[in-house]
């Protein structure tokens, strides 16, 4: 027996709701934090780490820097002994990746990209991320993640014992959600349990001898770089609001008063200083090699312009894929030579890629001054209410495609604001669960420019660093997208 949606959505709220446990005695009292549901065990963590990081050494650039490595991994040990949780043997390393960015694994294999060690400004930055990293480890948010994944999968089964905890399962659960390596459920988390990181960070790091306040000056000096430096726009895409996190950290920080600083590792300058002489690797993995989850052709790291004829948009695009343009039109398709699958009555089936066209809405109040070729005028609407007329125009073509509730929320593309949602559901011909991110973009006319982002839902987030790299680089002509 499966779980229905209903009563799937309302485990989940409640899953949710015992992730955080705070409670606070007086002044002095730091939060109690503790872990969420897990259908793994402490040893499966172990067993899903040490595979995942085998796979990410395969997969993204290693600095190799011994210096490097020597410092983080006596920094990290330093903090990790302060770690909440199971006694797991941390281990952490440098990739040679310039995003600021850091990730952990399950059962204590932790990351720390090259960008993000020259980008902090002294030891108390850096131990005050590497604590967050150490923390999502601790409270085993990895297979937090992986458990909530499987479990709308398997339904009651899993809750009524089914589910065999031995490591002989281990295996085909994982490859059932995504898999070993960089799987997507280990590098993006709820809010909640990025607050619940930045709560156990800023304890590790008081008891450990560091002032938690330096984690919340990094938070603050992300929050002013946000719009100017890429890189910064790139670790906020999947975290929450610097501002948010910075009072958060202050606030527990209060809790501790007094406490015993200890003395620096002391290399902090000395490794910064190497990795300015180090050269970036030949080819760097956007989003940390997402697409080795990939059943195509992975995506290439190399990335081409699509100029519409007409000018009135551009957008990036991966050098192996290909562009089919509307020849009378508006619109292109852009997908993987592996993208499009002929069906048995002959028609075409998008299964990976990306549409983007202009969409004139139905509904809402009649624009006086736009004719369409048959001279009907066209309909105008707010940015909500064209989102909306797109949508239903979509589920008449595809009525397996159903909104997913809470998906939708506001957004901006290329300084216009937007609309984003995810449409799911089986599709008949592939007989596939398909996800279907939607972005719509206003116009001064009151018509949107669209962008559909397609994949199979197991797969999509493999290609989400791809997609959001097109996405962010859409630029949209306003004065002629409308003609």
Not at 180 to 206: W, Y
Not at 377 to 392: C, I, K, N, W, Y
């Amino acid at each position: 027996m499966r779980l229905p949606i209903c009563t799937r959505s309302w485990m989940s709220a409640a899953l949710a709701l015992a992730m955080l446990a705070v409670t606070t005695v007086g002044a002095e009292a730091q939060t109690r934090l503790r872990s969420g549901f897990n259908i793994f065990s402490v040893n499966q963590d172990l067993e899903i780490g040490r595979q995942s990081a085998a796979e990410v050494e395969r997969t993204i650039p290693m600095l190799n820097d011994p210096v490097a490595d020597r410092y983080v991994q006596s920094l990290g040990a330093r903090l990790a002994a302060q770690a909440p949780g199971p006694r797991f043997d941390y281990h952490f390393r440098v990739t040679n990746q310039s995003e600021i960015n850091a990730f952990a694994l399950p059962g204590g294999y932790v990351y720390v990209n090259r960008g993000l060690l020259t980008s902090v400004q002294d030891e108390g930055e850096l131990a005050g991320v590497l604590a967050h990293e150490i923390s999502h480890v601790a409270l085993r948010h990895p297979t937090n993640q992986a458990s909530k994944a499987y479990l709308a999968q398997a339904g009651l089964g899993v809750l009524g014992g089914v589910f065999g905890r031995g490591s002989s399962s281990t295996g085909s659960i994982m490859n059932s959600i995504g898999g070993f390596g960089l799987n997507t459920l280990f590098l993006r988390f709820s809010r909640t349990a990025e607050s619940q990181a930045d709560v156990a960070g800023t304890q590790i790091m008081a008891k450990a001898g560091y002032d938690p306040l330096d984690m919340a000056r990094f938070f603050a000096i992300l929050g002013q770089q946000s719009g100017s430096n890429n890189r910064v726009a790139t670790f906020l895409s999947d975290h929450p609001a610097p501002s948010d996190r910075e009072a958060r950290v202050r606030q527990e920080a209060t809790y501790f008063g007094n406490y015993r600083r200890a003395q620096p590792i002391g290399q902090f300058a000395a490794v910064q200083a190497r990795l300015g002489r180090v050269p970036a690797p030949d080819r760097e993995i956007p989003g940390y090699g997402y697409a080795r989850g990939l059943s195509i052709e992975p995506p290439s790291p190399r990335m081409r312009t699509f100029q519409q004829r007409d000018n009135s948009y551009s957008i990036p695009l991966p050098e192996n894929w290909v562009v089919s343009e509307d020849p009378e039109g508006f619109g292109a398709t852009i997908v993987p030579r592996q993208g499009v699958q002929t069906t048995a009555a002959d028609e075409e089936d998008i299964s990976y890629g990306v549409i983007i066209n202009h969409f004139v809405p139905f509904e809402g109040g009649l624009g006086d001054n736009l004719i369409d070729p048959g001279s009907a005028p066209f309909g105008t609407s707010s940015l909500e209410q064209a989102t909306a007329d797109l949508v239903r125009q979509i589920q008449q073509a595809n009525p397996y495609l159903q909104e997913e509730q809470g998906s939708e929320h506001r957004t901006t593309v290329d300084g216009a604001r937007s609309i984003e949602l995810t449409l799911m559901g089986r599709s008949p011909r592939s007989r596939r669960y398909e996800r279907t991110q939607l972005v719509a973009r206003e116009l001064g006319d009151g018509h949107i420019v669209y962008v559909l982002m397609v994949a199979p839902d197991n797969e999509f987030e493999a290609l989400r660093p791809t997609y959001d790299r097109m996405l962010q680089n859409l630029r949209v002509n306003d004065s002629v997208a409308h003609n």
